[in-house]
């Protein structure tokens, strides 16, 4: 096999690998990279310290990278809420939008001039629309993939069942049917479109029109991720793990805080909860305080111990 020289699209730099999506994506290139030229074009993380850190990581697996100095608007302040009104205007939905920027945009154009390059591979959906703005018309000559790790518009449907309030349904409303255009039309251009589950590739496929999704299944570091056999079990104690700052995550977390754990503790009184995950909202914080048996633990360096 040949090495090729692919280029990736994502939002930012995946490392430290304090998400599901860096795990899967930090470890999957570092891979590719040992066989291929691997280089990331991205906007650069929110967190300085965090860039710089990201950068020599990168530079260790031998992924090379190119970061324009825009970071990807926060979601939340006043700043938001505008830029969630101004959206209305916007055929695309909001985070293709927010993730579309000129500078990333330049950046692509600039780098397709000086390589040649066999592969375009978008990180996060998204990302299709940057390099459809990046390269127009050359984009139908030219070999690129997307990665889904969400059917983002399955999300936002699911969202759109569980908001009460009018006024928000209503543009919950408008945010899944403009995913379903652009995910139509991202699945169906791709040379290949990406699934992490069969049912995602399957929804692609009838749903989107891929006719080419294949899956890559999410997986685990079986070195680092060793069971400690020399540890009891405590079978009272309940665990989740993950992000908590991705409302699908907080969704689950507020199940678990409602319905669950109360049934759980009534027959076992003495279980408890340890959420474990990065950025958890206060009102997470809050509810975990004032709830027996329930603790955070957020932003640990190492899930490990947990």
Not at 97 to 123: K, M, Q, Y
Not at 182 to 193: D, L
Not at 221 to 247: A, N, T
């Amino acid at each position: 096999m040949r090495s090729l020289n692919i280029a990736v699209l994502d939002e930012e730099l995946p490392f430290p690998l304090t998400s599901g999506k860096r795990i899967r994506t930090f470890n999957l290139l570092r891979r590719l990279a040992d066989r291929h030229r691997v280089t990331v074009l991205c906007h650069r993380n929110p967190d300085r310290r965090e860039e710089l850190d990201a950068e020599d990581a990168c530079r260790a697996a031998g992924i090379e990278t190119v970061v324009v100095d825009r970071a990807v608007p926060s979601k939340s302040g006043p700043g938001f809420y505008a830029r969630l009104a101004g959206n209305l205007l916007s055929p695309l939905p909001y985070s293709v939008a927010t993730h579309t920027s000129p500078a990333l945009a330049g950046a692509i154009r600039e780098f397709a001039d000086a390589n040649a390059v066999d592969v375009w591979h978008c990180e996060w959906t998204p990302y299709a629309q940057v390099l459809r703005s990046a390269l127009g018309d050359d984009l139908d000559r030219s070999a690129w993939t997307v990665m889904a790790h969400n059917v983002e518009s399955l999300i936002w449907k699911r969202y759109l069942e569980a908001e009460s309030n009018p006024v928000r349904r209503w543009y919950v409303r408008k945010q899944w049917q403009k995913f379903e255009r652009f995910e139509r039309w991202a699945y169906s251009a791709a040379t290949r479109a990406i699934a992490v589950s069969p049912e995602d590739a399957k929804l692609m496929r009838e749903e989107y029109g891929a006719t080419r999704a294949d899956v890559v299944d999410n997986g685990v570091d079986v070195g680092y991720f060793q069971p400690q056999h020399d540890v009891e079990r405590d079978p009272s104690k309940l665990l989740f793990l993950g992000s908590l700052d991705w409302r699908p995550n907080l969704d689950g977390v507020a199940l678990l805080l409602d319905d669950i754990f109360p049934k759980v503790r009534a027959k076992h009184p003495n279980a408890t909860l340890s959420l474990v995950g990065r950025r958890p909202p206060e009102w997470l914080k809050e509810r975990a305080a004032n709830t027996p048996g329930v603790r955070v633990f957020a932003d640990v360096p190492d899930v490990r111990p947990f």
